[in-house]
């Protein structure tokens, strides 16, 4: 890690790679996009002949016959797992749609007029699809925050998708298959995230463009999607930026990024956290801000001592660890906010006051970051790149739609009828304004006009 005064005689340095975080943007892509169309092109107009041919090079499947998960695979992994595993995915599913569930908006119809009822519906999409990756670690965790929230928000349709799926990944999906696992648990003596029902997995050995391909525009097997969700690599991220306006996307997610504000952390929490954080990707971005000279020493010294034998925490503290010696409270958050980081963690609840910018917090030192990687309950597919500027983490609302509605009575048409005619004329639409009137102008039934 490299650590860097932001005064004195390194402000300058400091002010530029501050200037550079602030405006780092997601991963870049040019170097797979030539790729990436290619693969989607073939996917699109060779339907499932090219997409066996990629799944056969990139995924290793053998066959089409092999391409769909079966049930059986899934019950039999779930079997095969450790019980006590088989509990701790039941803890983190549990905790997951909980979250999603006190997270789902309403609908509601309000009258901010008499006569006047306006309101908005909320409803699910119609079907999404879950990119689970397959590459360096198993992650049937990314499988519950991807599916559970899908659930919680009644989509129909769930498609999973992920190269070579660990026995884990097919575990927790068969988790959410299981129809005691609809009901959840009572919190003050209400059931809480209840699924109308259960899963049922349509589960796919596709990983890559390809997967993506066949999500957004349909092939024989695998009809089209009206949403694709979850992180992946660089070919996973490219795809999903071309396929944006064939289906919705949720975001595009670049290497896994922590931030730690902080003056009165332990050194060893903090230094625990960025290798925790580090060790997703050799790309990741791992930062510590603070003011106090002897905390940022410390960190130093022992996020070398426990990424000594992690090679890959390692490589990304080399190239992207920094630690900000701020030369106040103010500046470092300010820093903070500019730097718009995935995961943030600061040291106290009275520090939410001044956070703008993150995709997710954790205060104080008892809430590790790997918490919320698994079990806290918020997502954790999380905007990267300083994209948490504009938007959040994945969440329920990612899978349903908010439909207004407005429905007025005659007292309120004349109300506000007369006005919007106007607004009509003014923008020269005419026949916006003749609508209006007719109803105006037209003859009312007496017991309508009382």
Excluded at 70 to 96: F, Y
Excluded at 176 to 182: G, K, N, T, W, Y
Excluded at 384 to 410: C, H, P, W
Aim: with cysteine.
């Amino acid at each position: 890690m490299k650590l860097i005064r932001t005064s004195g005689r390194s402000a300058k340095e400091a002010a530029k790679i501050i200037a550079r975080l602030e405006n780092r943007g997601s991963a870049s892509l040019e170097s797979v996009l030539p790729v990436a169309r290619r693969i989607i092109a073939g996917v699109r107009h060779g339907g499932d002949r090219a997409l066996l041919r990629y799944a056969r090079k990139f995924d290793g499947l053998p066959g089409a016959g092999t391409m769909r998960v079966t049930p059986a695979e899934m019950a039999k992994a779930w079997d095969s797992i450790d019980s006590r595993l088989r509990t701790a995915l039941i803890a983190a599913a549990t905790q997951v749609r909980i979250f999603a569930h006190w997270q789902r908006p309403a609908s509601w119809n309000r009258s901010p007029i008499e006569g006047l009822t306006t309101g908005q519906l909320v409803r699910p999409l119609s079907s999404a699809g879950c990119y689970v990756p397959g590459g360096r670690h198993p992650l049937p965790s990314t499988l519950l925050m991807t599916v559970i929230p899908a659930l919680v928000a009644g989509v129909p349709r769930i498609v999973v998708v992920s190269p070579r799926p660990a026995r884990e990944t097919l575990a927790a999906a068969h988790l959410l298959s299981m129809p005691e696992f609809c009901r959840s648990p009572e919190i003050g003596g209400k059931r809480v995230g209840t699924f109308e029902r259960p899963w049922t997995p349509e589960f796919y050995r596709l990983g890559g463009a390809h997967a993506i391909a066949a999500l957004a525009c349909g092939t024989d097997t695998i009809p089209r999607v009206d949403k694709i969700v979850g992180p992946g690599n660089l070919y996973v991220t490219a795809a999903k930026r071309l396929v944006a306006f064939d289906c919705a996307i949720d975001m595009l997610a670049g290497p896994t990024e922590i931030a730690i504000a902080s003056d009165t952390g332990d050194p060893v929490f903090i230094a625990a956290d960025l290798v925790a954080q580090a060790e997703h990707d050799p790309e990741a971005l791992a930062i510590l801000i603070t003011t106090r000279a002897d905390l940022a020493k410390s960190v130093l010294a022992e996020t070398s001592v426990r990424s000594r034998r992690n090679t890959v925490a390692r490589q990304a503290l080399e190239r992207n660890g920094l630690i900000l010696l701020a030369a106040s409270a103010d500046e470092a958050r300010f820093i903070t906010n500019c730097i718009a980081p995935e995961h943030l963690t600061v040291d106290s609840a009275a520090d939410l006051e001044w956070v703008r910018n993150a995709g997710s917090v954790f205060v104080g030192p008892w809430s590790a970051q790997p918490l919320g990687d698994y079990i806290s309950g918020p997502n954790h597919t999380l905007p990267t790149g300083g994209m948490a500027r504009v938007r959040s983490g994945l969440s329920v609302n990612d899978f349903v739609k908010l439909i207004t509605v407005q429905e007025y009575s005659l007292k309120a048409a004349r109300s506000l009828g007369p006005p919007a005619a106007l607004l009509a004329e003014a923008e020269g639409l005419t026949a916006h304004a003749e609508a209006i009137r007719a109803r105006l102008d037209a003859k009312i039934a007496h017991e309508e006009v009382r």
